[in-house]
């Protein structure tokens, strides 16, 4: 039955799609690639699903065996999670900072906030994971995670949201877009031109779908990406231009032209954790360290931008902007 596979056969089926071959898997695990395809033949068998089929002398994984590999990542971040912990327990290591990042934030900016950090707690063992919002969040409140920098806030007593990395869109495009001569990007001028665009049940997506209405903007829309670091990829791909926060453009490499965006649109993260945790002082200190890389680094960036600005042009959305 369904409930008698074993975590062996899990690592074998994440080795095989991981590494697109039986061989490989085998290699990666250790083991023989007989041994390889028992442990996958067990787990259909506890499944009872179909998860491979052979095409041309290789396996391909069905969909159903995509989504278990996908739902299977939660579990996996969690065990190595643990395994880390046990180990720094029998050594009576240091303490241990847990945090969870969105994707787009994996960059620049969080390894310059981890290092200051470090700086000031040398002795600390730092565990960093990503993940959606909907993961980090349910890790934060199963206290597996001792802070998350996530799109939207955590809708519990126990647990503080601080909105952080606030600012305003920006549109990124190709360097031989023909936009690159103008020095702010008004949302009349993406009329007509190819546009990435999030997912229809993103936030983003409806505020801008917003503004576009608002001025009666309608650019071409290409593919709808699910965040804003794929947006990024996309439109290095040549797919159009694309609305991100300034996070995802200034902290990773990209040789993308960015320009400011009007009307501004204010969107934000959410710095969330319990406000009852026992490493109470390590989360204070890393606080501190965000705010601090932020205005060192992105203010100073996004004033010389923001100069260029008029005054009195922000877009308002009903609802609180947050990007994926």
Same mark, same amino acid.
């Given at each position: 039955?369904? *409930?008698?596979?074993?975590?062996?056969?899990?690592?074998?089926?994440?080795?095989?799609?991981?590494?697109?071959?039986?061989?490989? @898997?085998?290699?990666?695990?250790?083991?023989?690639? =007989?041994?390889?395809?028992?442990?996958?033949?067990?787990?259909?068998? *506890?499944?009872? +699903?179909?998860?491979?089929?052979?095409?041309?002398?290789?396996? $391909?994984? &069905?969909?159903?065996?995509?989504? +278990?590999?996908?739902?299977?990542?939660?579990?996996?971040? %969690?065990?190595?999670?643990?395994?880390? %912990?046990?180990?720094?327990?029998?050594?009576?290591?240091?303490?241990?900072?847990?945090?969870?990042?969105?994707?787009?934030?994996?960059?620049? !900016?969080?390894?310059?906030?981890?290092?200051?950090?470090?700086?000031?707690?040398?002795?600390?063992?730092?565990?960093?994971?990503?993940?959606?919002? @909907?993961?980090?969040?349910?890790?934060?409140?199963?206290?597996?995670?001792?802070?998350?920098?996530?799109? &939207?806030?955590?809708?519990?007593?126990?647990?503080? =949201?601080?909105?952080?990395?606030?600012?305003? +869109?920006?549109?990124?495009?190709?360097?031989?877009?023909?936009?690159?001569?103008? %020095?702010?990007?008004?949302?009349?001028?993406?009329? $007509?031109?190819?546009?990435?665009? !999030?997912?229809?049940?993103?936030?983003?997506?409806?505020?801008?779908?917003?503004?576009?209405?608002?001025?009666?903007?309608? #650019?071409?829309?290409?593919?709808?990406?699910?965040?804003?670091?794929?947006?990024?990829?996309?439109?290095?791909?040549?797919?159009?231009?694309?609305?991100?926060?300034?996070?995802?453009?200034?902290?990773?490499?990209?040789?993308?032209?960015?320009?400011?965006? +009007? #009307?501004?649109?204010?969107?934000?993260? !959410?710095?969330?954790?319990?406000?009852?945790?026992?490493?109470?002082?390590?989360?204070?200190?890393?606080?501190?360290?965000?705010? $601090?890389?932020?205005?060192?680094?992105? *203010?100073?960036?996004?004033?010389?931008?923001?100069?260029?600005?008029?005054? &009195?042009?922000? !877009?308002?959305?009903? *609802?609180?902007? &947050?990007? @994926?």
């Amino acid at each position: 039955m369904c *409930d008698s596979f074993n975590i062996r056969q899990m690592e074998a089926f994440r080795a095989v799609i991981k590494h697109g071959s039986v061989s490989r @898997a085998a290699n990666s695990l250790f083991i023989t690639q =007989s041994a390889v395809s028992k442990l996958i033949s067990a787990l259909e068998e *506890d499944v009872e +699903l179909t998860l491979f089929e052979r095409r041309s002398g290789r396996l $391909q994984p &069905t969909p159903a065996a995509l989504k +278990l590999y996908e739902h299977s990542d939660r579990v996996f971040t %969690e065990l190595s999670q643990l395994g880390r %912990e046990i180990k720094l327990l029998k050594n009576e290591g240091p303490r241990v900072f847990s945090i969870g990042l969105l994707p787009v934030l994996a960059s620049r !900016y969080s390894a310059e906030v981890c290092k200051a950090f470090r700086e000031r707690h040398p002795t600390v063992h730092l565990s960093l994971m990503t993940g959606n919002s @909907a993961m980090i969040k349910d890790l934060l409140i199963s206290r597996k995670l001792d802070v998350g920098i996530i799109s &939207t806030p955590i809708n519990h007593p126990a647990f503080v =949201s601080e909105s952080v990395l606030g600012s305003s +869109l920006v549109c990124v495009m190709p360097q031989d877009h023909p936009l690159t001569s103008k %020095e702010v990007i008004h949302v009349q001028d993406l009329h $007509q031109f190819e546009f990435v665009d !999030y997912n229809p049940n993103d936030q983003c997506s409806a505020v801008q779908s917003k503004i576009f209405d608002q001025f009666n903007c309608r #650019p071409k829309l290409t593919i709808n990406a699910t965040t804003a670091s794929l947006v990024m990829n996309l439109v290095e791909s040549g797919f159009g231009v694309g609305l991100v926060h300034p996070a995802t453009a200034y902290w990773r490499k990209t040789a993308l032209c960015i320009k400011p965006f +009007l #009307p501004q649109t204010p969107i934000s993260y !959410y710095f969330c954790h319990d406000q009852n945790l026992h490493n109470a002082d390590l989360i204070q200190s890393f606080t501190e360290c965000m705010h $601090q890389v932020h205005a060192q680094t992105f *203010d100073i960036r996004c004033n010389k931008m923001h100069n260029v600005y008029p005054k &009195t042009t922000e !877009y308002s959305s009903p *609802d609180h902007t &947050t990007p @994926a």
